[in-house]
């Protein structure tokens, strides 16, 4: 591995072991560091001869244990950081198409990008720490789904080094390769079940040239989605950003977050952070905007709102949005929930979730906010105030299964965007179980065999 | 008093990336995001706010430029002023002509106070505020981080390199704003729709009578000089003969 390849003593691997939000945290005898597709290739064939377990890890932002190692005895497991698999390839403009590496960070890859006159689109809270890879790996979604879709739409092209140590080298940018099963696909969103991305091609779009952004409160979700319809119709595609959140989550981040302000003086129950933008220079995008929410005020569907006047402005309110989850932890223990249900049912969903976890916890409180426009919420529950942290994560499953059996009875899904790992093993096997689950495993059996690929994760390790 | 003049002028967002044109002629601006001087942002919503506190009547934005200005004077309206002016040009204009020109508007709108940012953020000039005040023969208090009027006195704390330092003026005066006076509001939808029934006079910069033309002549735009990449060292021995090797340490 050469200098700077592995790491070994305890104190430099406690970083890589314990994630984010301190809720997982495992063992591992060498945290190893390629910087190149052919030490990744040899580290496998290694493990895969020794029957040794393989972690990939990026950034370590992820929120469902799919990074962490726990190595026994008997088992033991090597964590893979792909941290110095960093570099950008290729950036060609006229393509619209960027080849990096699993390490490079994504806020590294939008900065090359726009560099080169170009858009990468994926934006999310952790963007100065998480990886490429990891974005991949998680099929990662975030604020501009609405618009560009999650990771698997941005993936044109993938290098991915197998369980037994063969490269496939699927590093095309072409947006049409008819060519039999489309394996890339195989590995977005698995969770480095079945090989370690190092590489991966993907789709850049124009820059935006004119981008208005809004904050606005309403006075139920009902009208959220009313005024998502309603603006999906006025402003089509341009409208790139409908993230919502309760006035209680915007409450937390004014308070826990030193230097945040509220946008309006006269708050709603909901907030909604939205953002159109278009690559055109359009000067009349601004009052077209304008015009739309005034409309949408005289009709009462919206509070109030403001609209962003300078670059200052818009940071700050998606700052606003960006220190959502960091607010909450800082409010002691949470149970987090990343669950879809078909936009229209938002509302529902939420009254029902909220009535049923109000009657399993005296007193927890709700700090519900998302990507509206995606369907997609995240349903976390805070402590109630001054009780004991530890008895409420105690009843983290019994109360998780409730709030998907919720979702899902609104024809939700219960694992929206931050994947499964090793925190909903249980709920994927109740949920998929049959037929879905049984070609899951197929295909993982196909692809390795031995199992080492992050054991644990998506199914109990066997 | 009756009235305050806030100036307001109109440059690229502080958060675009400037480039230079290749012929090192200017600039490029088309097509990137406009705004409000942050400073003169700042100039505003002091006055919105003497306003708020009943001190003033009335609040006036001024501009000077070509006709897509109206777009910055349409959002001072939503912030609040009752009013705006253009002083409509397409031509470049430096800070003494641009004092000239605020002049006359002064002389005929007879403000109690005049406010504007300090310095514009694109040429860092930090001259037309002191310009005016020289002009109009009136006080100046230049980089205020605090103002309070009182009866025809104007308390101003100002941001000097030793510290702050307190000074009284007398009015009418002109006042500059530093960073730190404080933070402008945002915009709120109400406020947007109303703005746009209030009116913006625009004059034709050739009615003013004013000499505006350049008196310096700008050479050459280049962009400044990229830092070099830093370089990692292992031990403390390493770091004393790389700072020996560039002579930093005898």
Redo the contacts between chains.
């Keep these: 591995m050469g200098p700077g390849g592995y790491l070994t003593a305890q104190t430099d691997l406690r970083g890589y072991l314990t994630e984010w939000r301190g809720l997982y945290s495992g063992t591992t005898p060498c945290v190893l560091l390629p910087s190149t597709t052919g030490q990744v290739a040899e580290i496998l064939r290694l493990c895969a001869r020794h029957r040794i377990g393989v972690v990939p890890q990026g950034g370590n932002t992820g929120l469902v244990g799919g990074a962490i190692p726990h190595s026994t005895e008997a088992r033991p497991q090597v964590l893979v950081s792909a941290r110095r698999l960093d570099r950008i390839r290729s950036i060609d403009a006229e393509d619209f198409s960027i080849t990096a590496e699993a390490g490079c960070l994504l806020a590294t890859l939008q900065a090359a990008a726009s560099e080169a006159g170009r858009l990468f689109p994926l934006s999310l809270a952790a963007e100065g720490s998480c990886q490429l890879g990891g974005n991949i790996s998680t099929n990662a979604g975030g604020t501009a789904v609405l618009r560009f879709g999650t990771m698997r739409d941005l993936v044109l092209g993938l290098e991915v080094v197998l369980p037994d140590g063969r490269i496939l080298d699927g590093l095309r940018s072409l947006r049409k390769d008819n060519t039999g099963y489309d394996l890339k696909q195989l590995f977005i969103g698995a969770e480095g079940t079945l090989g370690f991305v190092t590489a991966a091609t993907c789709k850049l779009f124009p820059q935006p040239?004119?981008?208005v952004t809004a904050?606005v409160t309403l006075p139920s979700v009902a009208a959220a989605i009313s005024l998502y319809g309603a603006a999906r119709d006025h402003l089509g595609d341009d409208l790139t950003a409908f993230e919502f959140a309760s006035q209680f989550t915007v409450e937390l981040v004014l308070k826990n977050i030193p230097g945040t302000?509220a946008?309006?003086d006269n708050p709603g129950p909901w907030n909604l952070l939205m953002e159109v933008s278009t690559p055109r220079?359009d000067?009349g995008l601004?009052a077209r905007v304008?015009d739309f929410?005034?409309t949408m005020?005289d009709g009462n569907r919206?509070i109030?709102?403001?609209?962003?006047?300078?670059?200052?402005?818009r940071?700050a309110l998606w700052h606003l949005r960006h220190s959502m989850s960091e607010a909450q932890k800082l409010e002691g223990a949470s149970i987090k929930h990343d669950v879809s249900v078909p936009v229209a049912r938002m509302e529902d969903f939420l009254a029902d979730a909220t009535a049923a976890v109000g009657s399993m916890v005296t007193g927890v409180r709700v700090v519900a906010f998302g990507h509206l426009g995606d369907g997609n919420v995240h349903f976390n529950l805070s402590q109630p105030q001054d009780s004991d942290g530890a008895a409420f994560l105690a009843r983290w499953d019994e109360i998780s299964h409730r709030v998907h059996e919720v979702a899902v009875s609104f024809g939700g899904s219960f694992s929206a965007e931050h994947g499964i790992g090793a925190l909903k093993v249980a709920e994927l096997a109740h949920w998929r179980s049959g037929l879905p689950l049984e070609l899951m495993r197929a295909i993982k059996f196909a692809l390795d065999p031995l199992g080492i690929m992050n054991p644990g994760k998506l199914f109990r390790a066997e | 008093m009756q009235k305050i003049i806030v100036c307001l002028k109109r440059v690229v967002?502080?958060?675009?990336r400037i480039r230079v044109k290749p012929d090192g002629s200017g600039v490029v601006t088309?097509?990137l995001?406009m705004?409000?001087n942050?400073f003169d942002?700042i100039a505003l919503e002091e006055a919105l706010r003497l306003r708020e506190k009943g001190q003033a009547q009335e609040v006036v934005a001024v501009s000077i430029g070509p006709e897509?200005v109206q777009?910055q004077l349409r959002?001072a309206l939503?912030?609040g002023a009752d009013r705006a002016i253009l002083v409509q040009t397409s031509a470049e204009l430096e800070p003494l002509a641009a004092a000239r020109i605020l002049h006359k508007i002064v002389l005929s709108e007879q403000p109690g106070l005049v406010l504007l940012g300090k310095q514009a953020i694109d040429d860092d000039c930090n001259q037309t505020g002191q310009m005016l005040a020289a002009l109009w023969d009136r006080p100046q208090a230049t980089f205020a981080s605090k103002l309070e009027l009182k009866g025809t006195v104007a308390t101003v704390t100002r941001e000097v390199d030793a510290g702050l330092e307190v000074i009284e003026v007398d009015l009418p005066a002109v006042v500059t704003s530093d960073l730190r006076l404080n933070?402008p509001r945002?915009?709120?939808?109400?406020e947007?729709?109303k703005a746009k029934k209030k009116t913006i006079d625009v004059v034709a910069i050739d009615s003013l009578g004013v000499d505006a033309a350049p008196v310096l002549r700008v050479t050459r735009y280049d962009t400044p000089p990229v830092r070099s990449k830093g370089g990692m060292v292992k031990t403390v021995d390493e770091l004393v003969t790389a700072l020996r090797d560039r002579g930093l340490l005898a």
């Design positions: 040239s004119s981008v904050w302000r946008p309006l220079t000067s601004e304008q929410l005034a005020q919206i109030d709102g403001v609209v962003a006047v300078n670059r200052a402005q940071d | 967002d502080y958060n675009v088309e097509g995001k705004s409000i942050p942002e897509d777009q959002t939503a912030m933070e945002y915009v709120k939808l109400p947007i729709m």
